[in-house]
């Protein structure tokens, strides 16, 4: 493939939008995205003692703590608006059949919004949890995290730096049931967590039926008399790790719930529909049964303040929270899925990824790998390739279906509701509970490197009575969902790399599919070229590069015949050398699926070359992605990787689809890069040239790319010299 270059120009409007990004940022000066330095948490007092408050210069919650606990104000410091509207208890749950309120102050004349004068005047509604004391503390980590620094780009901490509050709340009765509510929140960016703890200190078990960890009458976005299909929700994005059941994020955090608000009389919305009041809760249950001496904790809700509706901007904060509070998202092996698990089939297909550099390889779905088999022969076996792979710096592991397949009895299925997949083995029971017990010993054992779970548990209840681990439909979501998780966080505790069709990242997920058709892969192999760089342009603006994985069925796959097949690998390298500079130049990690990576020492040469070039520019290519324009195949397209914090603070990926060579100028935003007056940007490995910034921050790039070629500019901060175009 030619590696030289073109040009284009991007219309006035994104240079405005990179403008407005830069200067609304209200009193956050720096902006938190460049450099989050500044923005520290930390736990205020007032002065007279009533109200305790979580700030970080970007995002301030204050807690007025008598004569009940609650949420007085919650600001978004960048905008200077606030969140929240109304006062509302800071949970609820129901136990042993009654429902109370945990905190929360009564008298508001209006909830449209809360004026501080009526904040004294407010008072401790009868019946509910009351405030004894808080404390406060650092963050601590969710669970163990062993690193697998090799294939992060930065060592990232964990657990995120922030601080924490607890507020600590007494039964209205005798009960010696306690509640303690807690907070995180974190340095650098507008984020902050909560969830309960449900303590049992009598002598007697009690039944935690359900629970809401958060309630916030947020203020609404627009105003519409009449109903909506498409309400806007409030500008504060939430998720919970109660969260499974699909690849689109938010839209499958099943603890989520925008709801209308009932005390909010004086809305506009005629029929007072409005989702404006926001609810942390499972949709089921737990229903869970709490032992005299034990506690139970909740899931926990994420709450991320958006300064503004530009789309960009948005997303980019999206993926700083998961890079922060999930950082094992960053780890992103260069992968192979080895299509057969015969010995010698795997002992050449690791040898292949040790002579390229690929870092991990997985026995994958129709393999015949078998996650289940209890044989200790056929463990030994496993073993031995495993560490076959570790003496060759290569790391192996295996796939295993769940969803979508029956259990070992009909009985062992989830009952009475439909499954998402069509069938489902509940985890409640024995099956269920046997099925994840041997992934973790085989994992063990063998020490597989990668757990690759299709289909993860979906969310699936189950009815049955019958099941020795739940006791029937109330509690059957929170018992699977904990099974899972809990198998999922011992996965990271021992650095095994988790690949999830599910949104599981909050609780320990690696990588889910970054979004793609699989019968595309039956279409003729230029198609599939520009439809995969559309698949990675759409699947990066809620996902880093290193969260979602493409596919590159190396044999024919869902048919095509040999138009849609690359092997042999030799006959079609132009084509396999465009899928590695797609795939590579994005920084997206596919399952290359096949008996081979090579078949001839030129093939290899350009699988390597490009292994190469992700590994040398590999921090860069991890970081965000700016999205310019989008593969159409009718003009060059093309990505600004960026990060403020590194050394190579841009990389700009531009391709070529015609069969023409293309010569453009290019105007590149590079706001994001951190840099404000020159850069030195640099083609590939030829010497730099320094350009000047406009004030949106932009800089006009001459480009020629060749036909069906691909080339990319290093940006990087200048030395002292004169800007020259």
């Not at 039926?209 to 009449?226: G, M, Y």
Request: a neutral charge.
């Amino acid at each position: 493939m030619n590696h030289r270059s073109q040009p284009h120009v991007i219309g006035l409007h994104l240079q405005l939008l990179f403008l407005l990004a830069g200067s609304s940022l209200g009193a956050a000066t720096p902006d938190w995205l460049i450099d989050p330095a500044p923005f520290k948490a930390r736990v205020t007092v007032s002065a007279d003692g009533r109200d305790v408050a979580l700030e970080n210069g970007l995002v301030r919650r204050i807690i007025r703590i008598e004569p009940n606990a609650a949420t007085i104000a919650y600001d978004n410091l960048v905008t200077g608006e606030s969140m929240i509207r109304s006062v509302r208890p800071e949970a609820q749950v129901e136990i042993d059949g009654t429902a109370y309120d945990v905190g929360g102050l009564t008298g508001q004349p209006v909830h449209n919004y809360l004026d501080a004068a009526w904040v004294d005047k407010l008072e401790a509604p009868p019946g509910a949890f009351r405030f004894t004391r808080f404390t406060t503390g650092q963050t601590k980590q969710r669970f163990p995290w062993k690193k697998r620094l090799e294939w992060m780009p930065q060592d990232l901490p964990w657990p995120a730096p922030g601080v924490s509050l607890t507020l600590e709340f007494a039964a209205p009765t005798n009960s010696a049931v306690a509640i303690d509510v807690h907070y995180e929140l974190f340095d650098g960016l507008p984020l902050l967590s909560k969830w309960i703890v449900v303590r049992n200190a009598s002598d007697k078990p009690v039944r935690l039926n359900r629970f809401i960890s958060e309630i916030l009458a947020a203020v609404e976005p627009e105003s519409i008399v009449d109903d909506s299909p498409t309400w806007q929700l409030p500008h504060l994005m939430v998720e919970t790790d109660y969260t499974f059941g699909g690849m689109s994020g938010p839209n499958h955090s099943a603890g989520v719930f925008w709801v209308p608000d009932p005390l909010y009389g004086s809305q506009v919305n005629y029929n007072r529909l409005t989702p404006c009041l926001l609810e942390c809760r499972p949709p089921l249950g737990p229903d869970q049964v709490i032992a005299p001496g034990s506690s139970l904790e909740s899931f926990r809700a994420f709450e991320l303040a958006q300064d503004t509706t530009e789309r960009e901007r948005k997303t980019l904060a999206v993926r700083r929270m998961y890079r922060t509070v999930a950082p094992w998202v960053t780890e992103n092996p260069v992968l192979m899925h080895i299509r057969s698990a015969q010995p010698d089939a795997v002992k050449l297909a690791i040898d292949q990824c040790a002579d390229v550099g690929f870092e991990l390889a997985v026995l994958t779905f129709g393999s015949g790998f078998n996650f289940e088999s209890r044989d200790p022969d056929y463990q030994v076996r496993i073993k031995e390739l495993v560490d076959y792979g570790r003496a060759r710096g290569v790391a192996l592991g295996g796939y295993s279906l769940l969803a979508s397949r029956g259990a070992g009895t009909d009985a062992d299925n989830t009952q009475g509701v439909p499954a998402r997949f069509g069938v489902m083995p509940c985890l409640g029971a024995t099956w269920g509970s046997n099925y994840l017990a041997q992934l973790q010993h085989l994992m063990r054992f063998a020490g597989l490197g990668v757990l690759e779970h299709d289909g993860s548990y979906p969310g699936d209840q189950c009815a049955s009575t019958n099941h020795p681990f739940h006791r029937g439909l109330a509690d059957s979501q929170w018992v699977q969902w904990k099974a899972i998780t809990g198998l999922y966080q011992w996965c990271r505790s021992q650095g095994v790399y988790l690949n999830i069709p599910d949104w599981y990242f909050l609780n320990g997920g690696s990588k889910t599919g970054m979004g793609y058709r699989e019968v595309n892969w039956s279409l003729p192999r230029a198609y599939q070229e520009i439809i995969e760089r559309q698949n990675i342009f759409d699947g990066t603006w809620d996902k880093t590069p290193s969260m979602g994985w493409m596919f590159v069925p190396l044999t024919e796959y869902h048919g095509g015949g040999a138009a849609a097949t690359i092997e042999p690998l030799k006959d079609h390298l132009e084509h396999y050398e465009q899928r590695l500079a797609n795939l590579f130049g994005a920084g997206v990690i596919a399952c290359y699926r096949g008996p081979r990576l090579y078949d001839t020492d030129d093939t290899k040469a350009v699988v390597k070359r490009w292994v190469d070039f992700y590994k040398r520019h590999r921090p860069i290519l991890n970081s965000d992605i700016i999205h310019l324009r989008r593969a159409d195949g009718r003009d060059l397209d093309y990505i600004l990787h960026v990060n403020p914090a590194l050394k190579e603070k841009g990389l700009l990926m531009v391709y070529n689809p015609l069969d023409r060579v293309v010569a453009k100028t290019l105007t590149i935003p590079l706001y994001y890069t951190g840099l404000t007056d020159r850069a030195a940007v640099r083609e590939q490995d030829n010497p730099a040239r320094t350009f000047a910034l406009d004030r949106p921050y932009a800089i006009a790039l001459p480009v020629q790319v060749p036909a069906r070629g691909v080339t990319w500019f290093v940006i990087e901060k200048t030395s002292n010299g004169v800007a020259s175009k």
